[in-house]
Nanobody, 124 residues
Framework: QVQLVESGGGLVQAGGSLRVSCAAS????????MGWFRQAPGKEREFVAG????????YYEDSVKGRFTISRDIATKTMFLQMTSLEPEDTAVYYC?????????????????WGQGTQVTVSS
């Protein structure tokens, strides 16, 4: 079992920056893929970024490339999403997710563990 807890969401103006965190507990994460997803009102949950925990390989959804950076701190078992140049379209609940594997899946179903989400609101 892996428990995930997000934090760091909030309200920011367009063009601003925000960092959200995901603290993991439970099993060692060496064989895990971790990801960030987001869900805006009335929309489906969508992939934002993913990382292979042990190797550090990353993958991003096209709309956030160059603006968002995913990273992890192995010692504290914490994953981060640094978001810059935020746009109102980035407003959503941001979720972290985890799955055992080697491929960074870009859809929700392969991920077995989810956090409760943290709200990010970007005002225009």
């Amino acid at each position: 079992q892996v428990q995930l807890v997000e934090s760091g969401g909030g309200l920011v103006q367009a063009g601003g920056s925000l960092r959200v965190s995901c603290a993991a507990s439970g099993r060692t994460l060496s064989s895990y893929i971790m990801g960030w997803f987001r869900q805006a009102p009335g929309k489906e949950r969508e992939f934002v970024a993913g990382i292979r925990w042990s190797a550090g390989n990353t993958y991003y959804e096209d709309s956030v490339k160059g603006r968002f950076t995913i990273s992890r701190d192995i010692a504290t078992k914490t994953m981060f999403l640094q978001m810059t140049s935020l746009e109102p379209e980035d407003t959503a609940v941001y979720y972290c997710a985890a799955r055992v594997g080697t491929r960074i899946a870009t859809t929700a179903p392969p991920y077995d563990y989810w956090g409760q989400g943290t709200q990010v609101t970007v005002s225009s």
